[in-house]
């Protein structure tokens, strides 16, 4: 399976390559494209320097999570360290030697570990340098997406609005897979739009390699041809259906379970200190038939109850509103926004909510006061969720 994994990989290189070069063609052309990366990186670098500083007030940078005898030299690659980065990491250099692995898809560890030449000390080094990459390579195709559905100055503080979102800010910038996987979202709609279904399909088999539910992007790609009758796009999606076949055979010759992505992620939650379950599942379904009785008051995370509620309301009101952009994200958003309210981690909904790209697409804002004010309060926020996320704090 590795060896067809790394098949796969280069040929996805290839591809992306010859995409990127032609993309960023265009981009040299159009520096508004440009224009928000290098904000959103000179964001990051201040924010990485601040978080340094402030956790080095005793002489020496130092989180929880770093080893005791952590190289001085390597201990600022910690800034981007946490939580799901140890698994990820232990995916890469141990490969699926363990059924807790098969909770994490294989693209983001298979990257890490060419990348690394498959040395142990260059893991978390490539770990950080792959998710900044695609935490950055994503916002010029989210920003030529939105300029389908928007003028050229709303796209540009779209792009920034979400861009400087503190979910979407931290997520992107640690070592996880939400930058992969948003990446391969925004980039396979964008081809798609452009009448290129093969590198489309290419890159939502990225997406299905990065996360559990990534093979839905191709969910609107499937009713628009449906929709009209463009049935040889359907042969290329047969690429990320393929793909998914692939991951799930090589899970059952390994753990006898075709479904072990699946099984494994479920049993990660319910033995995790959090021991939480979906949302719908552990307080919405039994609140309404009366089997919480009053725990449902004292359940001991009401705080944090009442702000999924309200996370939850404004996540599906903006999924409503999507149907006046794009018909066809609509009813991706739509099975993606039911799909984790009804299977994922109540916890985890500011993180997974954040990563569903349509959702963003409603944000039309042409006023640049309005925009840069939005942009500074975003900043403080994500300053304050990536130091609690690096002091081990569960932030989503």
Known sequence: MVFVLNISYSLQMKNLKRM?????????????????????????IISASWLYHRLSSFGQFRTPWMPELTDPAQS????????DTGWLLGVAQGWYNTPSFF??????PLIIRVLSLGSDA??????????????????PFFQATAEEYMSQE???????????????????????????????CVASWYFYLKDNVKVSAILSSMATLTRIYGIFITIPIIADSLWRRKWKN??????????????????????????????????????????LRPFSEAYILP?????????????????????????????????????????????YTSILFITLVFYAPFDSYPRFFSFIFPLWLNLR??????????????????LMIWYQFLMAAWVA
């Open 20 to 44: 990127a070069l032609s993309f960023f063609a265009v981009a040299s052309r159009n520096r508004r494209l440009l224009t928000p990366v290098l904000i959103v990186l000179l964001g990051k």
């Open 76 to 83: 600022w690659m910690y800034l981007f360290y946490g939580w």
């Open 103 to 108: 909770a994490f898809f294989p693209l983001y």
């Open 122 to 139: 260059n893991m978390l080094l490539s770990a950080l340098i792959v998710s900044n990459l695609f935490g950055l390579a994503w916002l």
């Open 154 to 184: 709303e796209a540009y503080g779209c792009t920034l609005l979400t861009a400087f979102f503190p979910y979407v800010f931290l997520y992107s910038t640690v070592a996880y897979t939400e930058p992969i996987f948003l990446f391969a």
């Open 234 to 275: 359907l042969g290329y999606l047969l690429i990320p259906v393929a793909t998914l076949f692939f991951w799930s055979y090589y899970c059952f010759i390994n753990t006898g379970n075709w479904l072990a992505y699946i099984l494994e992620t479920r049993g990660l939650h319910e033995v995790s200190w959090r021991g």
């Open 287 to 331: 609140f309404l038939d009366g089997s919480l009785g009053s725990k449902f008051y004292y359940w001991g995370l009401d705080r944090v109850f009442t702000f999924i509620l309200g996370y939850i309301a404004v996540a599906s009101y903006l999924s409503f509103l999507t149907t006046k952009v794009d018909w066809r994200l609509a009813f």
């Open 365 to 382: 804002i042409k006023n640049s006061v309005a925009v840069t004010l939005a942009i500074g309060l975003s900043f403080i926020f994500s």
